[in-house]
């Protein structure tokens, strides 16, 4: 089974930026559409960015201007740029697979996430 591990969290002052990394245990990022999520406590995953192979994104409107995904095949990983960070972005974030483009549904096994605090 393909594990996905994130990194890259960690504290930082509003208006600040982090880049987070999510690391596919196996070679299986090339042909797969890939997506990052966040989760506060008490509420449903929502979606942040997805990316597909051909590099097709989405982005929630929340975060549209401010993060940007990308993926680097070779290095079976994709990254999140975080800039401009509010408080409201102060979560634990996760990555994972999609079907059916950038719209479709997450399907891959959720890892442990990295959180992401943003002070004001």
């Known amino acids: 089974q393909v594990q996905l591990v994130e990194s890259g969290g960690g504290l930082v002052q509003a208006g600040g930026s982090l880049r987070l990394s999510c690391a596919a245990s196996?070679?299986?990022?090339?042909?797969?559409?890939m997506a990052w999520y966040r989760q506060a406590p008490g509420t449903q995953r929502e979606l942040v960015a997805a990316i597909t192979s051909g590099g097709i994104i989405k982005y929630a409107d929340s975060v549209r201007g401010r993060l940007t995904i990308s993926r680097d095949n070779g290095k079976n990983t994709v990254y999140l740029q975080m800039n401009s960070l509010k408080p409201d972005d102060t979560t634990v974030y996760f990555c994972?697979?999609?079907?059916?483009?950038?719209?479709?549904?997450?399907?891959?096994?959720w890892g442990q996430g990295t959180q992401v605090t943003v002070s004001s």
């Open positions: 196996r070679s299986r990022l090339s042909n797969n559409v």
């Open positions: 994972n697979y999609l079907s059916d483009g950038v719209s479709g549904s997450p399907f891959g096994s």
